[in-house]
């Protein structure tokens, strides 16, 4: 499955519209939908205009459509897709949902897509947040490493480091800072 879009139906007695794959899909693949949205712990990108969630490769929006039912108002929809950038996330739902003839806000889609640039997410997909804790994580190990080398050569810098890093993961452990 690459995704699943559901949107609720126009009219008053109508059944709600479900595709998955671009295909006709059925109650089994909203419920399917629906369970992975659940069980997943989503990291949030954007509340509005659109509601937009990641998960690894897994990406997860809701919002209105421009199109309305029969009380004038703005049709709901969900739409799950696996793919790698939130670029490739609009591409997949317009397709869908002009499979269904309905249409999403293009202010509101560059709007969105303007806070998903300005956020910790990077156009691939990949959080800016990871990398520049891996960065600094090198950076840590490359001066543990250096010190380490110091502390063979001067055994007595070796306890006064030795004492200062007991001290040091102490105050991180109890939280002081």
């Not at 479900?18 to 399917?32: C, M, P, S, V």
């Not at 490769?57 to 929809?77: A, H, K």
């Not at 949902?97 to 999403?104: C, D, G, V």
């Amino acid at each position: 499955m690459k995704n699943i879009l559901w949107v609720q139906t126009k009219t008053e007695t109508g059944s709600d519209a479900i595709l998955r794959n671009g295909e006709i899909g059925n109650q089994a693949d909203y419920d399917k939908m629906r369970q992975i949205k659940k069980t997943t712990s989503w990291e949030q990108l954007t509340p509005e205009p659109y509601n937009v969630k990641k998960c690894e490769d897994m990406f997860f929006i809701q919002g209105y459509l421009e199109d309305v039912d029969y009380l004038s108002s703005r049709l709901p929809f969900e739409f799950l897709c696996y793919c790698t950038s939130f670029h490739e996330l609009f591409e997949d739902l317009k397709k869908a949902l002009e499979t269904l003839n309905y249409r999403l806000n293009e202010n509101d889609v560059n709007r969105t897509i303007g806070r998903l640039k300005n956020s910790n997410v990077s156009i691939n997909g990949t959080c800016l947040k990871i990398d520049l804790l891996v960065a600094y994580l090198e950076k840590l190990i490359s001066i543990c490493k250096k010190l380490a080398e110091f502390c063979k050569k001067h055994p007595i810098v070796s306890l006064i480091v030795a004492a200062l890093f007991a001290v040091v993961v102490k105050k991180i452990l109890q939280g002081d800072n």
